[in-house]
């Protein structure tokens, strides 16, 4: 049938939902954040490794985990997606993003 999903991608899907009864699956999207400007990192063939989280409930969060796992202060960082956007909400984020961690070099220390 046409309209079934792959058992793998639903299995897959699911992994990262918590199961609260009776009212089925809360999912928590994931993303992969990486540092540095997107367009710069292309350019320059950057291999960094990103890092896979859970997306929490705030930019403000985001930008603290990120600075935990990258090794810097990034309360003053910007957030973009791949193409180089600006993000302002963590609303417009969705599963499976790829973010980027900008550090904001106009900003004081």
């Known amino acids: 049938m046409p309209n079934e999903v792959p058992l ?12 609260k009864k009776p009212s089925g699956p ?5 993303v992969s954040i990486y540092r540095g400007n997107p367009v710069v990192r292309r350019e320059t063939c950057c291999m960094e490794s990103g890092r896979l989280i859970e997306l929490p409930d705030s930019l ?17 960082a910007l957030v973009m997606d791949g193409e180089g956007a600006e993000i302002d909400s963590i609303k417009v984020i969705r599963d499976n993003d790829k973010l980027f961690i900008v550090e904001d070099s106009n900003s004081p220390m």
């Open 60 to 76: 403000e969060q985001l930008k603290t985990i990120a600075g935990q796992k990258f090794g810097f202060d990034a309360r003053n």
């Open 8 to 19: 793998g991608r639903h299995d897959e899907r699911e992994q990262n939902c918590k199961w």
């Open 26 to 30: 809360i999912c928590t999207p994931r």
